[in-house]
Nanobody
C-alpha cells in the first residue's frame, strides 16, 4: 500500500520561500510519477507540478513556472517542492500524489491513485 506523507507547509510573507517534502513508501516508484496538487478554499483541486521518477522529466502549471521546482531524492524516496517568490494566490492545501506510471504532459487528477493528507501553505500579503 502506497503511503505519502507531506511536510514543510507553513505561513510565509509574499515573496518568501518554502520547501515541501513528500516521503513515499510502499513500493518501488521507478516507473511512477509523483506530483503536487493544491486546493484553495472553495476551489477545485488543481495541478501544480509532476516528475516522472525514473527519467526525471517534469511538467509545471503555467501559474508556477519559473517560481516552483520539483525534485526527487532516489535514496530517500522523497519528492520536494521548492517554492520561491510566493504570492497570496499560492495559499492552499498542497497534496502529494502518486501515479502508477510515467506521465506525458500535464496530468489529470484521475491519473493518480494515491494521495497524501495535505499540508497547509499560507502566504500573507
Amino acid at each position: 500500500q502506497v503511503q505519502l506523507v507531506e511536510s514543510g507547509g507553513g505561513l510565509v510573507q509574499a515573496g518568501g520561500s518554502l520547501r515541501l517534502s513528500c516521503a513515499a513508501s510502499g513500493r518501488s516508484f521507478s516507473r511512477s510519477a509523483l506530483g503536487w496538487f493544491r486546493q484553495a478554499p472553495g476551489q477545485e483541486r488543481e495541478f501544480v507540478t509532476v516528475i516522472n521518477w525514473g527519467g526525471g522529466s517534469t511538467y509545471y502549471a503555467d501559474s508556477v513556472k519559473g517560481r516552483f521546482t520539483i525534485s526527487r531524492d532516489n535514496a530517500k524516496n522523497t519528492v520536494f517542492l521548492q517554492m520561491n517568490n510566493l504570492k497570496p494566490e499560492d495559499t492552499a492545501v498542497y497534496y502529494c500524489a502518486a501515479a502508477p506510471h510515467w506521465l506525458v504532459g500535464p496530468p489529470a487528477l484521475s491519473d493518480f491513485e494515491s494521495w497524501g493528507q495535505g499540508t497547509q501553505v499560507t502566504v500573507s500579503s
